[in-house]
């Protein structure tokens, strides 16, 4: 349970016999959306809550959900996103796993509906990135939404709530999730044994979860950093640090870095690389501010490219020479 979450848990356990049948938990990324989905799960199964609604931590039920495997819950993630099994990581690798929410995925939840629970209490349901099912899953799910089983309870995490259909929306009740204060977050990621907290955490925009795992890949990002601050950079050199890490954490390393060089030609101010302010000042004296925000855009696009680029290496190396020569007037 993260420390910014329970004022939220705490209030939603007031309304035990109020709540809604299906609840909309959505908050910036990176502030923990499914670890929000989850301890909340846990509340509404756990059979001896604390006296303010908490999960206990220690009955039956609570045992089972911390093992994975209580009767009364499901998990409905892409299949990217579950943990491989001993039999998968032995067998011959097919296809790639889906970054979907299957529709078969949803259709298979009739049968968990069909019958009673388990414990004689609540049937919870959690759904994540809810923004990864495409339309006709979402249609899918709509008839359980309208029509859930009495004591049930669907829980649709996701960063972009934007994404799901209109009518799902209508049929939650949005649970906003709050964005922890920076003594808050970085206590928490210090806690987490997070080198250099507070810089990661303006590189994340301030998001706890997106600093923490930024951390594991960061010695490849500052490498990075170190050549993009020389106009005369290896671009093979530091298309190599881009290949360590997955090709969408390595376009936001570059859109973080173009941004601040934006930001330093126009206003004079850094949101994201505070320590680099001398560097981005004299790299952005160059470029026209026009170009900056067009190869701001060309890496948005990127961004999105990113999750199946045809050729990693040449994709980045493209991005990295027309980085150069952007800023090869400084």
């Not at 303010?52 to 009767?71: D, Y």
């Not at 795992?213 to 290896?234: N, V, Y």
Request: proline share 6%.
């Amino acid at each position: 349970m993260l420390s910014w979450h329970i004022n939220t848990l705490t209030e939603l356990a007031r309304q035990h016999g109020r709540l809604a049948q299906a609840l909309l938990v959505h908050g910036r990324e990176g502030v923990g959306q499914v670890e929000f989905a989850s301890a909340f799960s846990q509340q509404l199964l756990c059979e001896n809550p604390t006296k303010e609604g908490l999960a206990c931590g220690c009955c039956v039920a609570c045992n089972w959900f911390a093992l994975g495997n209580h009767p009364d819950f499901r998990l409905i993630q892409p299949e990217s996103m579950a943990p491989e099994t001993d039999d998968e990581a032995a067998a011959p690798k097919k296809e790639k796993k889906s970054a979907q929410i299957r529709i078969e995925q949803v259709r298979e939840l009739q049968d968990f509906l069909a019958v009673g629970t388990h414990r004689a209490g609540r049937r919870v349901i959690l759904l994540h990135p809810a923004d990864t099912m495409n339309a006709a899953t979402q249609n899918a799910l709509l008839k359980s939404l309208e029509e859930p089983p009495p004591g049930t309870v669907f829980l649709l995490a996701t960063s972009r709530p934007h994404r799901l259909l209109a009518t799902i929306r209508s049929r939650c009740r949005a649970i906003p999730l709050p964005f922890p204060d920076r003594p808050a977050a970085s206590g928490w990621l210090e806690q987490q044994g997070v080198a250099d907290a507070e810089t990661l955490l303006a590189l994340a925009g301030g998001a706890p979860l997106t600093a923490a795992r930024m951390a594991e890949s960061d010695a490849h990002r500052r490498r990075l950093i170190e050549q993009l601050r020389d106009a005369r950079f290896d671009v093979v050199s530091a298309c190599e640090h881009c290949l360590r890490v997955e090709p969408a954490e390595a376009v936001g390393w570059l859109q973080r870095w173009v941004y601040d060089l934006l930001s330093a030609r126009l206003s004079g101010k850094i949101r994201y690389h505070v320590e680099e302010t001398g560097t981005l000042e004299r790299l952005a004296a160059g470029p026209e501010p026009t170009a900056l925000a067009g190869f701001l855009r060309v890496l948005m696009s990127a961004r999105a490219l990113s999750q199946h680029p045809l050729n990693t290496r040449l994709f980045f190396e493209d991005l990295l020479f027309k980085y150069r020569d952007l800023i090869a007037a400084t």
